[in-house]
């Protein structure tokens, strides 16, 4: 409730407007004793929470029970159709009792075979073979749709009750998903997060499951629920998913110029073990894209990441920073240049389990990931250290950056000399750009010297112009009261006066 201070400043501004307050109108609707506000229709905040609370409840139980009735509608049609196919078999018998007959009749000839309706049946079949679709997709993604669900279905047993409840809870899911393909993407990812919430708050308030166990089986869900719906959520046709990648991969074949040094990339590729762990790096964000999870996706992440921590280890003999680290990303990124980046990017955010992008390794190697791609979308010469008429020509194919070819030594030079001419190239960008320093240094100490002439210039200028005239000092002042013709009639000043004693 207010507290007396606020009712009583309530009060005061309702009397000044000469307005009575009745202090029962401004309660809570549900008697809580709480103030209500109007714009939650006369609820506290306590209370307008509950009753929203109760809302989305009734509607959550309303979609469940629709899930329901739709599925036994789809159970009793599939066992009418099972049904008919019955019937089908027990006349299927006396089908192959008539064809038996009339081959042995022996009837058929040679010319039956070249006569125009059985070259017209063979095209037709021809043609109807050709447009359905190949059977070995469509084998493929049943077998991997079984696979999880035997899974899926042998872990949840461990969990007993919990587990019966989850694999329901699944189901209808999946059932409701169905009939909302309609929903825009935002709205499908909402209602997957939401059923993540629902499923753990479920585990946790209702079945008093451990927290580690809640997760492994939140992790179980996911998977379950998203190799189902992978077809149907990944880069859907009303999304800009696809445009997005084809400008991401277009922005990283530009700039396949880019070196280590730009980025001031801390990996020596010429040592054997960090040539190793960037084909492996490179590798696992390629693999991103295979992968129908989206807690698969976030690992192949995590793995490139530390292979890009190990080689900055191995090549600096310390432990890698945050620094170094990022740099390394963009430039595995560039190197790499994965499939489908921004649409794996916007899969993992929808319709990956929130807990594991807020927290964890997972989350801060996504996070960085999502840098990275930023970074290269809005890489210009500034990023590089370079002129704008150079980041144009490599652009824009023209030239491209010096660097020391492997080819232009023989096979004989050791690793040494290698080293030292590239120190040397470095040495002598160095110079070049001390140099572009210096004659910059030069050129803005001239600008300061004119500057400065220019303004004691104009000051000279102004002060000939207007002359600045110096009066003479002026009489002092005379008395106030020097001009009083009737000071006579003042009274004495007072005198100090001194007493003894």
């Known amino acids: 409730p207010f507290s007396s201070c606020a009712r009583r400043k309530m009060n005061l501004k309702s009397e000044r407007r000469g307005i009575h307050v009745d202090q029962s109108e401004l309660l809570c609707k549900k008697g809580c004793g709480y103030y209500g506000n109007p714009a939650w229709q ?3 905040s306590k209370c307008w929470r509950e009753e929203y609370h109760k809302a989305r409840q009734k509607q959550i139980q309303e979609d469940w029970e629709l899930a329901e009735r739709l599925q036994r509608e789809e159970e009793e049609a599939y066992a009418s159709s099972q049904s008919t196919q019955g019937a089908q078999s027990l006349t299927f018998s006396k089908f192959e009792e008539k064809k038996t007959n009339e081959k042995t009749r022996k009837v058929t000839t ?3 075979f ?5 070259r017209a049946g063979a095209k037709k079949a021809e043609i109807q073979e050709a447009k359905a679709p190949s059977p070995s997709i469509h084998r493929q993604a049943s077998i991997e749709t079984d696979r999880v669900s035997k899974e899926f279905i042998e872990f949840i047993r461990t969990y007993q009750k919990p587990g019966q409840d989850i694999y329901k809870q699944c189901k209808l899911f999946l059932d409701t998903m169905s009939h909302k ?8 990812s909402e209602c997957a997060q939401d059923f993540y919430q629902n499923v753990a708050d479920r585990l946790q308030t209702r079945w008093k ?7 492994k089986a939140m992790d179980e869900v996911e998977k379950y629920i998203m190799t189902r719906q992978y077809k149907y959520v990944f880069c859907p046709e009303t999304t800009d998913d696809e445009k997005k990648d084809l400008a991401v991969q277009k922005r990283i074949r530009a700039l396949h110029w880019v070196t280590p040094q730009m980025l001031c990339v801390p990996v020596s590729e010429e040592i054997p073990e960090v040539s190793d762990m960037v084909v492996k790096a490179i590798t696992d964000i390629i693999e991103m894209d295979s992968k129908r999870v989206p807690r698969d996706k976030l690992a192949c992440i995590t793995k490139c990441s530390k292979h890009i921590f190990n080689a900055i280890k191995i090549t600096k003999n310390e432990p890698a920073s945050a620094d ?8 595995i990124v560039l190197k790499g240049n994965p499939p489908r980046l921004q649409s794996n990017i916007q899969y993992i955010t929808r319709f990956c389990n929130p807990s594991r992008l807020m927290t964890g390794e997972d989350g801060y190697y996504f996070t960085n990931l999502c840098c990275a791609v930023a970074f290269i979308e809005k890489l210009d010469a500034q990023s590089l250290n370079l002129s704008q008429e150079d980041f ?7 030239t491209s950056p010096k660097k020391q070819e492997s080819d232009s030594f023989s096979p004989d030079v050791c690793l040494g000399v290698k080293q030292m001419c590239k120190s040397l190239d470095l040495l002598s960008q160095l110079n070049e750009r001390q140099e572009r320093i210096v004659s910059e240094a030069k050129k803005l100490e001239k600008d300061l010297i004119d500057w400065t002439d220019g303004i004691t210039k104009e000051v000279e200028d102004i002060v000939e112009k207007y002359p600045l005239e110096i009066k003479p000092k002026s009489q002092a002042l005379a008395a106030i009261d020097s001009e009083n013709v009737e000071n006579d009639k003042l009274p004495p000043p007072l005198q100090p006066q001194v007493y003894a004693g």
């Not at 070249?114 to 059985?118: D, H, Y």
């Not at 170094?324 to 430039?331: G, H, Q």
């Not at 144009?392 to 023209?398: A, I, K, L, P, V």
Request: proline residues 7%.
């Open 392 to 398: 144009d020509r490599f652009m824009t194919g023209q």
């Open 42 to 44: 006369g609820f506290c």
């Open 181 to 188: 393909r309609d929903l825009s993407i935002e709205e499908q």
């Open 114 to 118: 070249f006569t125009a309706s059985s």
């Open 324 to 331: 170094d680290f990022l740099p390394t990303l963009i430039y």
């Open 209 to 215: 499951v451990p927290p580690e166990k809640v997760e």
């Open 110 to 112: 040679v010319k039956k």
